[in-house]
T-cell receptor, first 116, second 111 residues
Framework: GAVVSQHPSRVICKSGTSVKIECRSL??????MFWYRQFPKKSLMLMAT?????????EQGVEKDKFLINHASLTLSTLTVTSAHPEDSSFYIC????????????FGQGTRLTVV | AQSVTQLGSHVSVSEGALVLLRCNYS??????LFWYVQYPNQGLQLLLK??????LVKGINGFEAEFKKSETSFHLTKPSAHMSDAAEYFC?????????FGKGTTLSVSS
């Protein structure tokens, strides 16, 4: 199946700093990518939909100034957690869907962010 | 709005026993439904999906699910559990091009 690469897999940062997470589709183009956040023992919460060449669409309650999304090409989307705080510590997962709705989404391996 | 509800946050079975993980959906349009599995600190792997056509869907690792419109359900089953099936399982429904997930069910398998 198609491969989505997410980097880094783990990152530890200090409070107040910013962290960038990359999501790449390796063998297909994805006009749309998605960012999820997963809390311990909880479901994946859709944070935003990343649209190539345009602004991301954020879900209700997600701070767009805190979680900056850039989708500069058809194979790369980035999530930047700005001014990180310990409560931002979580598992972040991206996914990409090549085209029409009945094609499954392909997921990255996730990024474990720890803010100290 | 599209949503899914997974009944039972934790299911425990013995090795060789039937696995049944429950999922009910709500959708204002004909749904596309998915089951994913997640192992610790990893991403998600697709088990199976329902889009259109046959309501009994067979997936990987011996899992299958049946779409029942009258019951708004898409329960996941496997006839005989294996130790390696222990993981977190998520049901999901399409909302446009995005996926909306249920809260997940942890499957434990004992020997």
């Amino acid at each position: 199946g198609a491969v989505v690469s997410q980097h880094p897999s783990r990152v530890i940062c200090k409070s107040g700093t910013s962290v960038k997470i990359e999501c790449r589709s390796l063998d297909f183009q994805a006009t749309t990518m998605f960012w999820y956040r997963q809390f311990p023992k909880k479901s994946l919460m859709l944070m935003a939909t990343s649209n190539e060449g345009s602004k991301a669409t954020y879900e209700q309650g997600v701070e767009k100034d805190k979680f900056l999304i850039n989708h500069a090409s058809l194979t790369l989307s980035t999530l930047t957690v700005t001014s990180a705080h310990p409560e931002d510590s979580s598992f972040y997962i991206c996914s990409a869907r090549p085209d029409e709705m009945n094609t499954e989404a392909f997921f990255g391996q996730g990024t474990r962010l720890t803010v100290v | 709005a599209q949503s899914v509800t997974q009944l039972g946050s934790h299911v425990s079975v013995s090795e060789g026993a039937l696995v049944l993980l429950r999922c009910n959906y709500s959708s204002s349009v004909p749904p596309y439904l998915f089951w994913y599995v997640q192992y610790p600190n990893q991403g998600l792997q697709l088990l199976l999906k329902y889009t259109t056509g046959a309501t009994l869907v067979k997936g990987i690792n011996g899992f299958e699910a049946e779409f029942k419109k009258s019951e708004t359900s898409f329960h996941l089953t496997k006839p005989s559990a294996h130790m390696s099936d222990a993981a977190e399982y998520f049901c999901a429904v399409s909302r446009g091009t995005a996926l909306i997930f249920g809260k997940g069910t942890t499957l434990s398998v004992s020997s």
